[in-house]
């Protein structure tokens, strides 16, 4: 309970999990996001804007859409695919790195932060497999 307010008032960060934890996480797309393939294979997804009430007066006095359409590159849509709440971000890695060949190292860490940025926006989410729970909850003792 104390750690929960320390946290919201940014005073104590959370614990995370090492980086071969984190591999493990599975990332898994955000079912309200809706998303369209086209020829090229790009993917274009449509973001329901959630306006806070305020900004929902603003919204209809200026007709502002309740909608907001993000195009993927290459990259990013064959990222997006993946993303199916069943492939590990080692998994995901793994297949980035063989597709444009790239290092393994080089895939990580762009994957990882295209991901953060993502996950940020609310178009992911990651599920954490029940080991890597345990291993974090062993850390909090």
């Known amino acids: 309970m104390l750690d929960q307010i320390l946290y919201k008032l940014k ?3 959370p614990d995370l999990p090492d980086r071969s934890e984190l591999m493990k996480a ?3 797309r955000n079912q309200l996001v809706e998303w369209e393939s086209d020829d090229k294979g790009e993917i274009a997804l449509t ?3 959630n306006h806070k009430a305020w900004l929902r007066i603003i919204a209809r006095v200026f007709s502002l859409p309740d909608k907001r359409v993000i195009v993927l590159d290459d990259v990013g849509s ?3 695919q993946l993303c199916d709440g069943k492939k590990s971000l080692s998994q995901i890695s793994k ?3 063989d597709k444009y060949n790239l ?3 080089e895939a990580e860490m762009s994957l990882i932060e295209y991901l953060r940025t993502l996950g940020k ?3 992911i989410g990651f ?3 029940k080991s890597m729970e345990k291993s974090i909850k062993k850390r909090k003792k």
């Open 11 to 13: 005073l104590k960060k």
């Open 26 to 28: 599975l990332p898994l």
């Open 47 to 49: 973001i329901p804007q």
């Open 78 to 80: 064959y990222v997006w």
């Open 95 to 97: 297949q980035v790195s």
């Open 103 to 105: 290092t393994v190292k």
């Open 121 to 123: 926006r609310g178009i």
């Open 127 to 129: 599920a954490i497999p």
